[in-house]
C-alpha cells in the first residue's frame, strides 16, 4: 500500500499538450537557427569561391585533340597574338577543360588558373586582340555552380511554423496556398530547365518582397526561396501581373451588385453603428513609389514624396469593395470620386428611389449617396451626434487602411 502511494501518478491530458507545445516549439527554434546558420555558410561558401575565382579565365575555341598541349597552346596565345612576352609558364597554376568528354563534336572550353591577379588582369585587358568571344571571365563558371547551388538549397526540406510564414510573407501557409491555386494558370511553369523555378517559389519571392519592402538580393537569399536579385525581380512582375488579372481582382474585390447584397451590408452597418442605408466607407491613402520619368508633377504629393492615391471603400467588417489605384498623389479624394464608376452606379440607384449611402471624411462634398460630417456643430445638438456615429463608422475604413499597410509595406 505504501509502495503504491509513492509511485507517481500519471500525467493527465492537459499536462502532455503542454509538454509537447514546449517540445515543438524547441524544434521549430532549433530548425529556425539551422535555418540562419545553413544561410550564413552558403554565403561564406560563395565569398570564398569568387576570391578563387578571381584569378580565373577562360578560353574557348582551342582545338580538341589528343596531341594538343593545353599549357603551350595557352601561353602561345598569350605570348604571340596578345603581346605577352612576360606570361610564362610559372605564371599558370592550372589549366584543364571544362566539363565532361561528349561526342557532339563541340570544342570544351579552357579553364586557365593564374597565379597572381595582376597576371590575370592583363591577359584579360589585352583580350581585344583576339577574336570576339574566344576569352570571357569565369562569370559563366559562376553562374552554373551558383544556380546548381541554389537548387539545392531549394530541395532543403524546411519545416515552416506559422509564426514563420506569417512572419516572412505575412499570410500563413493555407492562405499562400489558396492564392497559389488563384494565379497557377495565370503563370508559366519552367520547361526550358528542369530546375527552373516552381510557381510556388516565385510566389513566395514576391510575397517577401511585398511583405518587407525591402531590396530584392534580400529577399532572394531566404532558405525557402535563394534565387538571384534579377529572377527575384522576375518574380515579383510575374506574380503582381497574375494578381492583377481581373478574374483575381474580381474575386476579391467585388462591389455589391444587387439588392440583396446591399441590404447586407446595410443591416450590418446599422446593427454595429446605427447608422441607416449605408453601404460602405471611402477614403484614400498615400501609396510611396519610385518617382516617375513622366508627368512628375501629378504625382507629387503634400507629404512631399511621390506616389499614388488610392481610393479604397469598405464595409463595416473591413473588407475591401472597390480600389482605384488610377491618380497620382497631387490628385484631391474627391476628384477621384468625382470620377470614378462608383459615383454613376450610386447615382443610378439614388435616381431609382433606392436609399443607399458611403461614408466619407470633410474631403469630400455632401451628396444625396454620400454623407460627410456637418462643419461647426454645437455638443448636444442632432447635429454632433450624428458627427459621433459618423466618425465612429467612417473608422473602418481607416482601420482597413491601416492594417493593410501594417501588413504590405
Known amino acids: 500500500m505504501l509502495q503504491a502511494a509513492m509511485e507517481p501518478s500519471p500525467p493527465t491530458l492537459l499536462q502532455l499538450s503542454h509538454e509537447f507545445q514546449a517540445f515543438k516549439e524547441l524544434v521549430s527554434n532549433m530548425l529556425s537557427l539551422l535555418q540562419k546558420q ?50 610564362d609558364r610559372s605564371s599558370l597554376k592550372r589549366c584543364h577543360r ?24 592583363d591577359v584579360w585587358r589585352s583580350k581585344s586582340k583576339l577574336k570576339e568571344s574566344l576569352l570571357e571571365e569565369a562569370y559563366s563558371i559562376d553562374m552554373y555552380d551558383s544556380r546548381r547551388q ?9 519545416v515552416n511554423s506559422h509564426k514563420d510564414f506569417v512572419e516572412n510573407y505575412r499570410l500563413s501557409e493555407a492562405l499562400i496556398d489558396n492564392v497559389l491555386q488563384d494565379i497557377i494558370h495565370l503563370m508559366k511553369n519552367p520547361r526550358r530547365r528542369c530546375r527552373g523555378l516552381s510557381i510556388k517559389i516565385k510566389l513566395l519571392c514576391a510575397l517577401s518582397f511585398l511583405a ?18 534579377p529572377s527575384v525581380s522576375r518574380c515579383v512582375r510575374e506574380v503582381v501581373d497574375a494578381l492583377n488579372h481581373p478574374s483575381v481582382v474580381r474575386k476579391y474585390l467585388r462591389f455589391p451588385q444587387n439588392s440583396m447584397e446591399r441590404l447586407k451590408l446595410k443591416e450590418r452597418f446599422f446593427e454595429k453603428y446605427k447608422i441607416p442605408g ?30 499614388r492615391n488610392i481610393q479604397l ?16 498623389g497631387a490628385t484631391r479624394d474627391s476628384f477621384i470620386f468625382n470620377h470614378s464608376i462608383i459615383r454613376n452606379h450610386l447615382e443610378h440607384l439614388v435616381n431609382a428611389c433606392e436609399t443607399v449611402h458611403l461614408l466619407g471624411d470633410s474631403g469630400y462634398a455632401q451628396r444625396a449617396y454620400l454623407m460627410v460630417p456637418v462643419p461647426n456643430v454645437e455638443e448636444g445638438t442632432p447635429a454632433a451626434h450624428y458627427n459621433k456615429l459618423h466618425a465612429t463608422a467612417r473608422n473602418t475604413v481607416e ?6 499597410k501594417g501588413r504590405f509595406r
Open 38 to 87: 545553413v544561410t550564413k555558410c552558403v554565403n561564406s561558401i560563395d565569398e570564398m569561391d569568387m576570391r578563387q575565382r578571381r584569378k580565373v579565365l577562360l578560353f574557348n575555341g582551342i582545338a580538341e585533340t589528343p596531341e594538343v598541349n593545353l599549357e603551350n597552346e595557352v601561353l602561345g596565345l598569350i605570348q604571340n597574338k596578345m603581346g605577352l612576352s612576360n606570361v
Open 98 to 121: 571544362l566539363g565532361s568528354h561528349n561526342n557532339n563534336n563541340k570544342v570544351r572550353p579552357v579553364l586557365v588558373h593564374f597565379h597572381e591577379y595582376q597576371v590575370k588582369s
Open 150 to 158: 541554389a537548387c539545392e538549397i531549394r530541395r532543403f526540406q524546411v
Open 212 to 229: 518587407s519592402g525591402s531590396y530584392q538580393r534580400i529577399c532572394g537569399k531566404n532558405v525557402n526561396t535563394y534565387v538571384s536579385q
Open 278 to 307: 449605408v453601404i460602405g466607407c471611402v477614403d484614400g491613402t498615400y501609396v510611396t513609389m519610385v518617382r516617375p520619368p513622366e508627368n512628375e508633377e501629378r504625382y507629387y504629393c503634400r507629404k512631399g514624396n511621390h506616389a
Open 313 to 328: 471603400i469598405t464595409d463595416a467588417d473591413l473588407n475591401i469593395l472597390h480600389v482605384d489605384a488610377v491618380y497620382g
Open 399 to 404: 482601420r482597413a487602411i491601416g492594417r493593410l
